[in-house]
């Protein structure tokens, strides 16, 4: 019978820097965010059109040439995301509006749900005392959580600039932990070495 054990070892030079280097580049990316978020909104918006114009474009393709029983579905669909990738390539930053305006609709309902199920608790708990369903604290936790996301959300959608700001902040706040802790990974060369061993 053997036993798995995970050992602690240095890990190759060429993968330590890979780390440093993949981590710096990150940090610059988050405090460009940062910084600039609105271009970096753009940037990020312009890089997933791109994506999806060659994912519609290769649909038509595989439409036309290798599909027969479902060959317009497939040339449809390719049509339908090439012409929404171009819509937002030539507008990247009015879809940016669109879809932080969408997100801010769904936080408003998660908000709203949130801030009923804290308000219920408590009232489920009065009529039943012998069956508490939710503590005081987790209740207070969830109506003080929905009361955040509904003033979030209407903020956003009175602002949609704010809401893709607070976005790109969130983004490079992201990336700043990511590349901070592949920069340390790199550094200290910590990894980890899985052995089998006789029990």
Known sequence: MTTTKIIGAKSPTWVRALQIGIGAIAIGLSLSAIVFPFLAVVATFTAAAIILLLFGIEHVVAGIFLYKHSRFAHIGLGILVIILSSIVLAY????????????????????????????????????????????????????????????LSIMIMASPLFGIALAALVIGIALLVYGIRLVVSGISGRGETVTSVPS
């Open 92 to 151: 990247p930053l009015a879809s940016a509006a669109l879809v932080v305006f969408l997100a801010a609709i769904a936080l408003l309902f998660s908000g709203i749900s949130s801030l009923i199920a804290g308000l219920r608790g408590g009232k489920s708990e009065e009529r039943s005392s012998s069956r508490h369903t939710a503590s005081t604290g987790s209740r207070a936790l969830s109506v003080a959580a929905g009361a955040l996301a509904i003033a």
